[in-house]
């Protein structure tokens, strides 16, 4: 059996696992949520020797993991407001993910700090000072230059190579430095699940939890309506901003983010990312983020949400944010942008810890193990960097709480399904935009089907094949939205639906 066998998520597999843990099979851990927190922890608990299941209401990255910026942090931000801790700790993690357990989901981004009439000597010697911190924590970190090249100012002329769609007047040059960027954030919960999966890790999706208690959970089939019970002798809550509706005592102020998408050509095709200060604003920034597909984000807001009311499975940007951060680009390019040019929008919500802070974006990126009087093991807080850190504290806790045999973690050294050598990666047999997204197993993708889903689409059908078979996909949602990301653009997922769901008709059985 090969190991994308072993870590294939199928819907044969999801109903047999199920049917196992309805039939009374007692795990040593449940972890409730399938986000990029609660499919670290089931690899983390299930690395170490421990039997786990994890059980997802909606799908893997369903939630907030989705929606992020698609950066692996170095932690800089948290540096500038003070918080070494976390600024060092999101170096290392940059670290881990780029060299050791996922080089084949994450590159290296030049980001682009341009230097214009509003940056004033101190202004800029600050920046200049934030770019050497920057450098002090990738040393620290142990990062490689050859991972991420020495930060440096540049000429006017060069920061227009750069960003040729940058206004001119008052241009002073730039601040180049260096960041992670994930080709996909849920490309990554994905994988984080799926090497789960390898370790014996039951992860079965549709399965929404209606009690939870520190001994296990009854849960409903989503697929088939069946109500059933999970046994544990312990339990994990890693439902981000929803971990509050099914454990008391946590206490979190959630935010919102958004972010636009834009054709890459509106802005002039940046080859770097562009950190745009906000007027007025300390420490506050806009970010430009170009990606593969000559498609540009621009994020991120930082709104705060009434937690009194339900939370929403899918959050929706506002007009208003979108304005923002339209105008935010709008000052520092030539061209304006305006609501014409948004091909998407996309919000996700911050499951942030409640603190004194007047406002969310203030809030501590920190996160928290609570031990609940329910005896259930809620982690919340953080970021997606560090979720292999907040999946090693969290089974820590489990361990000693629930008195667990268990391994030491061993997560800093194990490689998700697909990863591999940067040197190994360029060899392997496949077309690029494959490697990139499936690592080593891109050539089993592209031997599945290499035609087009649709002509006007870079998306194969043995994109979709592999996503069935292989990444847990059970409908048309999961494949256009978190396995593929066309969905991202509403007029690109229109073209692809109905091609998706008929292979879905196809390939899958009806539960």
């Given amino acids: 059996m090969t190991a994308s066998q072993v870590a294939s998520l199928s819907a044969a597999r999801r109903q047999k696992e199920l049917d196992g843990l309805a039939g009374g099979e007692v795990v040593d851990l449940l972890v409730v949520g399938g986000g990029i927190t609660g499919a670290g922890v089931a690899l983390d608990a299930a690395s170490r020797g421990l039997s786990v299941a994890l059980l997802e209401r909606a799908d893997l990255a369903a939630g907030t993991s989705r929606w992020s910026s698609k950066l692996v942090h170095g932690g800089l931000r948290y540096l500038a407001a003070g918080d070494v ?46 770019l050497t911190a920057a450098e002090v924590l990738r040393a620290a970190a142990g990062t490689s230059r050859r991972t991420l090249p020495r930060p440096r100012r540049l000429s006017a002329i060069e920061t227009l190579a750069l960003a040729p769609g940058l206004r001119r007047d ?40 209606i009690h939870l208690a520190g001994d296990g959970a009854w849960a409903r089939d989503r697929r088939t309506g069946r109500e059933f019970e999970v046994r544990a002798r312990s339990v994990v809550n890693a439902a981000g901003v929803w971990a509050g509706t099914l454990s008391g005592g946590v206490a979190l102020r959630p935010s919102r983010g958004t972010h636009v ?39 991120l807001t930082d709104v705060e949400i009434d937690a009194r009311q339900p939370i929403p499975a899918v959050p929706t940007p506002t007009e208003s944010e979108i304005r923002f951060l339209l105008d935010a680009v709008s000052a520092a390019f030539a061209t304006p942008v305006d609501t014409a040019d948004v091909l998407g929008a996309y919000a996700g919500l911050r499951p942030l810890l409640a603190g004194e802070a007047g406002r969310t974006a203030d809030l501590s990126r920190r996160h928290a193990v609570l031990l609940g009087g329910d005896g259930v093991i809620t982690v919340v807080g953080g970021k997606l960097t560090t979720y292999r850190r907040m999946a090693a504290d969290a089974v820590d806790a489990v361990v000693a709480h629930a008195e667990l045999i268990a391994g030491r973690c061993r997560t800093r050294r194990l490689p998700l399904v697909g990863a591999a050598k940067p040197s190994t990666l360029d060899r392997v047999a496949a077309p690029r935009r494959l490697v990139e997204r499936y690592g080593t197993e891109a050539p089993q993708v592209a031997e599945l089907a290499s035609t087009r889903l649709v002509p006007e689409l870079d998306l194969t059908v043995g994109e979709v094949l592999f996503a069935l078979r292989h990444e847990g996909a059970l409908d048309a949602d999961d494949v256009l939205d978190r396995r593929t990301r066309v969905g991202l653009v509403p007029a690109d997922r229109k073209l692809a639906e109905s091609a998706v769901s008929e292979l879905i008709d196809a390939a899958l059985p009806v539960p």
């Fill in 261 to 299: 998408v834009l054709d890459g050509a509106v802005l002039g095709n940046p080859r770097a990312g562009l950190t745009l200060p906000i007027a007025g604003e300390r420490n506050r920034y806009v970010i430009v983020l170009p990606q593969r597909d000559n498609r540009v984000f621009v994020g």
């Fill in 170 to 209: 008052g241009l002073r040059g730039g601040l180049l430095g260096w960041e992670g960027q994930l080709v996909d954030d849920a490309r990554l919960v994905v994988a984080v699940a799926r090497t789960a999966a390898a370790h014996g890790a039951r992860v079965i999706t549709q399965a929404e939890v």
């Fill in 85 to 130: 801790g976390i600024a060092y700790e999101s170096a290392v993690e940059r670290r881990i993910l780029m060299e050791r357990t996922a080089p084949h989901l994450v590159r290296a981004l030049p980001m682009m700090l341009p230097l214009g009439p509003a940056q004033g000597h101190l202004a800029t010697t600050a920046m200049l000072a934030g």
